[in-house]
């Protein structure tokens, strides 16, 4: 496994966002069930997420900077949850952090303990490296997928937008039961510090190299926590 990556981020976003940026690594990897020590780390990190802590997590530094950025670019955070926000409310409707298996359970953990937004892509589906750029008129999600709105922001590689950020991913980019490599990206807006998306994507990673993960069959995931 290499160490994190910057991903590109076209002129024209970098201008209006210049501190918007994606940082991402490639590993080895499968998705699969989560093993015992995993599920307990999520059954301790729910006992410890009380609902005071819950109803607090908004006014924290990396979760308002999401939710200032959310702002900038259109969407109401009261509506549309920024990452961190998004995985407490579900955390407090289900009574605890529910497991999905891995790679899910690894990018959960990483949000809850960061609060830095994350996704996972299938690394081998992609055409090149990940960055960031504005869709364009009549452009669709994964080039087949559902139209885009026109500069809405999206994760790309070469060819198409494999995903909108903190959003949905690509039909395709998405990492399925075929899932060989995985690229697992993390997002940094203004107000979120360099060592916080570092801890992110090195949490996640640590987290999978310690979870010999059994295969899933069928398994499938498009999940990015925002």
Do not use: C
């Not at 900038?72 to 009261?78: A, F, L, N, S, Y």
Request: hydrophobic share 40%; aromatic share 4%; charged share 25%.
């Amino acid at each position: 496994m290499s160490g994190p990556v910057s991903g590109w981020v076209s002129p024209e976003l970098r201008d209006e966002f210049p501190h918007l940026g994606l940082r991402y690594v490639e590993l080895v990897g499968s998705p699969g069930k989560t093993p015992r020590p995993v599920r307990e780390r999520l059954r301790v990190m729910s006992n410890r997420f009380t609902g005071g802590k819950a109803i607090n997590t908004r006014q924290q530094p990396v979760p308002w900077a999401y939710r200032v950025f959310y702002r900038q670019i259109g969407i109401d955070p009261d509506d549309r949850r920024t990452p961190i926000e998004e995985v407490v409310l579900e955390r407090m409707k289900l009574g605890g952090f529910v497991s999905r298996g891995l790679p899910d359970d690894a990018l959960l953990i990483a949000t809850v303990e960061t609060g830095v937004g994350m996704l996972a892509l299938d690394a081998d589906a992609l055409d090149g490296p990940p960055g960031l750029r504005l869709a364009t008129a009549g452009e669709r999600l994964g080039g087949k997928g559902r139209r885009l709105t026109p500069r809405q922001i999206v994760v790309a590689d070469a060819s198409r937008a494999v995903g909108v950020l903190f959003g949905d991913v690509a039909e395709g980019s998405e990492v399925r039961s075929s899932t060989r490599r995985l690229t697992v990206a993390a997002v940094r807006v203004k107000g979120v510090p360099e060592v916080s998306v570092e801890e992110a994507l090195w949490t996640v990673v640590e987290t999978l190299d310690a979870s010999p993960a059994e295969p899933s069959a069928g398994a499938t995931t498009s999940r990015g926590t925002g």
